[in-house]
């Protein structure tokens, strides 16, 4: 089969198509011909540096990127009881860990997939994977948000935000996002009930009494967050985990919950991705698509930190 191998960190140009075995199962996994692969942020910082790429593949030496994909299955373990063959299938595919998706086939445990909804495609399904998976945990189980709560989401026009924004807006928020002015109709059209343009510099004057906020962004966008959080409020911050140390001191004196989060592949996300892309609460944004050959023009889209939506490969 054909895969996207990447031998040592570092550009685009080390990502390179070779001819590889098949992958075999294991009991509790299904084999999935894959047609959508979704390209997110950790795919690219994976790529390029050399520190993410030890941290998340260890001693491998012939690495095998991704974890966003969307197929058909056509084989199934012996344990395995969620699927069958013929089965089109989306999920991310053992985050944190080694998904393998650059390839024609992928494997995966079956508790990391779901049935991809009928009027959903394979590209759609792809895209949601991580950034829905991340959106739905960061705001369910770490913010535990709740109707009539005051949102506040960075990068709302991104990969994680514009599904942020519609979770938010399904669990019954207040909605507040912020973007470029260039992306205010988007953010806006997504149901957002207010765009706040960053660029200006002015979110402490604009907002107050925030319940939640979801930093995709860290730096000066998680420093003026903490201003406008009300006491008891929740910070979900997911670039790195290293927060400032007069981060956490700022929030233990103004009473905000400050959490770092990763996310990881889980049963009921995907599970719930499922149903609400079903029932047409969210929908993936497809900023760009690309063919297989193509993987280093996906990434190098990616790196322009101006995608809207999701980036995806089409096999």
Known sequence: MKAMILSKAGNVNNLKI???PQPAIKPDEVLIKVKAISINPVDVKARAYEGVLEWIYKEEKEIILGWDISGEVVEIGHEVNSFQVGDEVFGM????????AYAQYVTSPQNHLALKPEGISHEEAAGISMVGSTAYQALVEIAKIKKGDKVLIHAASGGVGHIAVQLAKYFGAYVMGTSSAKN????????????IDYTTGNLVSAVKDIDIVIDTIQG?????????MRPGGTIVTLPTPEIPEEIKSRAEERHVNIEFMMVESKKETILALAQLLSQGVVKTHIHKKFAFEDMRNAHLEVETGRVRGKVIVVI
């Not at 595919?93 to 393998?100: A, M, P, W």
Request: aromatic share 10%; no cysteine.
């Open 184 to 195: 205010r109709e988007f953010v806006l059209s997504l149901g957002a009930d207010e765009h």
């Open 93 to 100: 595919v053992n985050f944190f860990g080694n998904g393998k």
């Open 220 to 228: 000066q966008a998680l420093s003026d967050s903490m201003e406008v």
């Open 18 to 20: 070779a001819e590889i």
